[in-house]
């Protein structure tokens, strides 16, 4: 019997093949955003630890589930970029302080993988289609809100996805390349999010099932509240 994992990786892998032109096969970035300095949390967050894990391992195993994704960690903590890399990933280190900065690195370094600059995924693989950024502290994202925004992604590709619940639109974000060069630009401590604020029209709300499925980790509180939560997935 195959897993739930396995039938999601397959049903988003399918919807990549039927989204194919005559080019490169249309592949989605994925940029893990983990480089906070958890300041109201008291120390780096994505080490502290969620059901016998360090937190980032939830993200990174929802992510895994999709082989269309090309996934980097963009982080400025060294024990991230150990943890990362010991698990197999791609991993940026940096020491810039703003979520534009990690926005404009994470990007800007899949694309140069995509333009043959470092040769990490085969050619016929790396052209991106678009690009999702992940928030790494948002352990309770269900792997099936995931595949919902891919899918969505798939049928509206010029467009910004993104999951809300009762019409609050959280993260991540998926941009369609079209983007890519104001994502490249952004305002010095902009997000994603000035650019969903620029461009309404062409942002694409998908409903998730529970609202805390969007909810991040600022504090030890919330650690706490989302790991109770979990038990009652």
């Given at each position: ?8 990786s ?22 893990i955003?983990?480089s ?17 894990q ?35 990933l ?23 993988i995509?333009?043959?600059?470092d040769?990490?995924?085969p050619?016929?693989?790396?052209h ?52 890519f060069?104001?994502?490249l ?5 902009a ?24 909810d991040?980790?600022?504090t ?14």
């Amino acid at each position: 019997m195959k897993s739930a994992g396995t039938k999601i990786s397959e049903a988003v892998t399918a919807s990549l093949e039927q989204n194919r032109t005559d080019g490169p096969v249309k592949a989605v970035g994925c940029v893990i955003m983990a480089s906070g300095l958890g300041r109201r949390f008291g120390g780096n967050k994505l080490l502290a630890d969620f059901d016998g894990q360090p937190l980032i391992s939830r993200i990174l195993e929802c992510s895994a589930r999709f082989p269309c994704l090309r996934r980097l960690v963009v982080t400025r903590h060294a024990g991230i970029a150990a943890l990362c890399r010991e698990m197999g990933l791609f991993v940026l280190l940096h020491d810039l302080p703003d979520r534009s900065d990690t926005i404009r690195l994470g990007l800007g370094h899949l694309l140069a993988i995509e333009d043959g600059q470092d040769h990490i995924w085969p050619p016929a693989h790396s052209h991106l289609s678009g690009c999702l950024f992940c928030p790494a502290d948002q352990p309770l994202l269900r792997p099936e809100s995931l595949e919902a925004l891919l899918q969505a992604f798939f049928q509206n590709p010029d467009s910004i996805c993104r999951p809300a619940y009762e019409g609050r639109a959280a993260s991540p974000v998926l941009f369609g390349r079209r983007f890519f060069p104001e994502l490249l630009t952004l305002p010095r401590g902009a997000g994603g999010s000035f650019l969903a604020q620029k461009y309404p029209a062409q942002v694409v709300q998908i409903p998730v099932r529970d609202a805390f499925e969007l909810d991040d980790v600022d504090t030890p509180q919330d650690l706490a509240r989302l790991f109770l939560l979990s038990k009652g997935i």
